[in-house]
């Protein structure tokens, strides 16, 4: 049971921050069918998301920002924001929010699934 809890709680402690806030709410309001929003933190500081619907797809296009910036950086205008330097990634879900055995199976389907380590 250890192990479920520190998964719950690794889950919980990755939230929009309240920068991120404003651009999940236009996200949202931009995709009527979206149910959340797919965030995805890069080691240099740009971000990428979009929103998902409830069938796992996805139901806007990608954005890539960066926090006070005109742009984004040079290595995402180069590489699109690679998975290689992905820091976190979650989705941050719109009220209301599906069950938790929806969430499971979205979150796996966008975000993939890791295997479970000891």
Known sequence: MAKTSKKKEAKQALVAEKNEQAMVA?????SPEGIGVVIVRLECGC????AVAKDGEPASK???YRD???SICPKCKEDNGDFMRVTEAFIH???PE???SEKEIISAKVLGTMPATS
């Open 26 to 30: 236009g996200i949202l309001e931009g």
């Open 62 to 64: 990608i954005i890539i």
């Open 68 to 70: 006070q910036a005109e």
């Open 98 to 100: 599906p069950s938790e």
């Open 93 to 95: 879900w719109a009220t």
């Open 47 to 50: 971000r990428k998301m979009a």
